[in-house]
């Protein structure tokens, strides 16, 4: 990069001055997480040496077994959000409730949520996976700062962001006021921003979801991807491409790098699931990064960011990206 760096600390205060979205509370909250990422990225870049490949032995709260970087980057996320005085409490994939923050250090006004690590089916084959945080407001009233705390919709967050470790190590962030991309300079330790104002196209040709789940899912969404899969010659008259990464965050950085819909429907399999991705972690820090880069992202039936969750580790459909694609299958549902 030529000419003047911006770096995350520099973008944090400008963007206060200019949008007055960043308190000085939450730009240190968000240099901390970065500063976990940073940690997460470095024991994710070194891999076998570092012995942190493979299964951790456990099962989380949602019965899913855990790789020992699940287990890293929970510890590591946790242990770095402690003591700053900025939280009120934190709540994670990998923990079946909520963590206060201890009455030894400061009681902070806000609430942290993470998916400690993305994309876990590929820590073991070097594909990329991530890190997805959803920062809110813990209410004034709130005693004890337990599940009640956080249920709270996705419109009510004040930041969220992902990190993805692939190639190069990115911090993509919203504080409300548009998204931002940083890069970590793995020799120095800091992050640059590489990418003010992100925007999805509104159109695209090119689509992710899981297809091997295809005779399990509903009647629109069955309809919708097979538009898509007739090509040219199909109702949509154009020929679109298929891309799984199988880590949420990889394939969102995608989308919001060139375009795209990610779909991640509710199916028969498992009736009372309304889909295998977690709300409050996973879908509403999406949302609300691709909403604020002009994109959509709905569970089908609304704006996922308009739910109200009812517990923690709540699962929700997910379409989301490209907005007139993520309309029109939208759309498919309610007809
Ligand atoms: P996690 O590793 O945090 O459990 O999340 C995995 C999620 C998401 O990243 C990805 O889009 C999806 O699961 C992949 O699911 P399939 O294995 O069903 O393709
Ligand atoms: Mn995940
Ligand atoms: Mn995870």
């Given at each position: 990069m030529v000419g003047h760096k911006i770096s995350l600390t520099q973008y944090l205060v400008e963007k206060d001055r200019e949008?007055?979205?960043?308190?000085s509370e939450l730009r240190l909250l968000l240099e901390v997480i970065a500063r976990a990422c940073k940690r997460i990225s470095y024991a994710v870049g070194k891999g076998a040496l570092a012995g942190v490949?493979?299964?951790?032995g456990t099962e989380n709260v949602q019965g899913e077994s855990q790789k020992k970087l699940d287990v890293i980057a929970n510890e590591t996320l946790l242990e770095a959000n402690?003591?700053?005085?900025?939280?009120?409490a934190m709540a994670s994939e990998e923990m079946d409730d909520p963590f206060p923050i201890p009455h030894r250090y400061p009681k902070g006004g806000f609430l942290l949520l993470f998916d400690?690590?993305?994309?876990?089916?590929n820590i073991d084959v070097n594909v990329s996976i991530g890190t997805i945080f959803s920062v809110l407001r813990c209410p004034?009233?709130?005693?004890?700062?337990?599940h009640e705390a956080f249920l709270?919709?996705?419109?009510?967050?004040v930041a969220a962001g992902y990190a993805v470790y692939g190639p190069s190590t990115l911090l993509v962030l919203t504080v409300g006021a548009g998204v931002a991309c940083f890069t970590l300079d793995r020799e120095t330790g800091s992050w640059w921003?590489?990418?003010?104002g992100m925007k999805i196209p509104e159109d695209t040709k090119e689509y992710a979801i899981n297809a091997s789940n295809a005779r399990h899912w509903e009647t629109p969404v069955q309809q919708y991807v097979s538009e898509l899969q007739a090509?040219?010659?199909?109702?949509?008259g154009k020929d679109f491409n298929m891309r799984w990464v199988a880590s949420m965050v990889a394939d969102v950085h995608r989308i919001m790098t060139r375009g795209g819909i990610f779909m991640y429907p509710r199916d028969?399999?498992?009736?009372?699931?309304?889909?295998?991705?977690?709300?409050?972690?996973?879908?509403n820090p999406m949302s609300f990064l691709v909403e604020q880069a002009g994109g959509a992202a709905t569970n089908g039936l609304g704006r996922i960011m308009d739910v109200q969750p009812s517990k923690l580790h709540e699962r929700v459909a997910v379409f989301l990206g490209s907005r007139n694609e993520v309309e029109r299958v939208t759309a498919m549902h309610k007809a």
């Open positions: 949008a007055g979205s960043v308190p490949l493979g299964e951790a402690l003591w700053g005085g900025n939280l009120a400690p690590l993305d994309g876990s089916s004034d009233n709130a005693s004890g700062v337990g709270q919709p996705g419109s009510a967050q921003l590489t990418e003010d090509g040219k010659t199909g109702p949509r028969h399999r498992e009736p009372d699931k309304p889909g295998k991705l977690r709300l409050m972690y996973e879908a």
